[in-house]
């Protein structure tokens, strides 16, 4: 093979390269023996290897980035990235990332998971992937739920799924069914918060605190997430929780959700006094005490029950929160 004179130059062997990654063989192809390319990648060398056949032109740290771009070699043509980098890409933000990147390849290949790589054969890959982000990766509900399937914690699950059915992204049958189609392994838990999506809740700290009430026996069953309206049918406001025997609205006061700007708690404020105008009493709750003070927060609940059971019936009806569907 003729060797090209320009083997040494960076900028042009990086010119061949994507986020500075590339393979060992268009590295040969551009002229550079083997022997060579993997002589470099030794330690102290200017390059490193982050799979089989696959090059970073540079030393230091490899970002999450280059990561992927190794993932997308490394599993060859076909290859698309699931998991969290994948919901990243479609913009979503819950969830805190692995150690590994999540590639899915043809069912057919065989190709081994490496150091921070986790290569998965699938025999339902998409015909045509998504390209987000300048990544080919699988659609919302594939990605979310090749996410959680790996995770035990219920709040880090429900957190993951409920993001993208509150803002609108995709529709939670569209979840459901994608959890139906694949592997049973690891489906158990996202098959419940499922289930509390479909009855209503839209975040972590909602799913917690329906998770809780619904497991004391000493409460009435709830609805959650619907939007109460006045005599005139004039919406008044999305209950986190309500108990529509007694009257009680119990606002989740999640940190995370509503982000504690001057505007967002004053609109918070003008929306109990709309609920206490209609004749319903209210009880914010922080969705942390369902962990630190669960005792005390039920007395708190049982307390409001009482107080909501001795006023006049309230003037409300309420209907499911359709706004927050798709």
Known sequence: ???????????????????????????????????????????????????????LLSTGTPTRRQYLRAALLHGGPGTVITGLDAARAHSLRRGELPAHVHALIPGARQVRSVRNILVERSGRLPPKPLVRDGLPVVPIERCVLDAVRRLRNESDIAAILTEPVQRRMVLEEALEDELESGCRKGSAIPRKVLRAIRGGV????????RTW????????PALFNVALLDERQTVLGIADVFDEHAGLVVPVDSVEQHFATPDQVALTERQHRAYRRAGLHVLGIRPSRVRTDPEGLLQDVLDALEVASALPPARVTWRPDVAARP
């Open 213 to 220: 009430w619904l497991s004391r026996p000493e409460l009435e």
């Open 1 to 55: 093979m003729r060797r090209n004179p320009r083997t040494n130059d960076l900028d042009f062997l990086r010119s061949h390269a994507v986020d500075d990654v590339i393979s060992v063989c268009v590295l040969v192809a551009l002229g550079i023996p083997e022997t060579t390319v993997y002589r470099r990648c030794r330690a102290g060398g200017p390059w490193q290897l982050l799979a089989p056949g696959v090059v």
């Open 202 to 209: 839209r975040s972590a700290a909602e799913f917690d605190v």
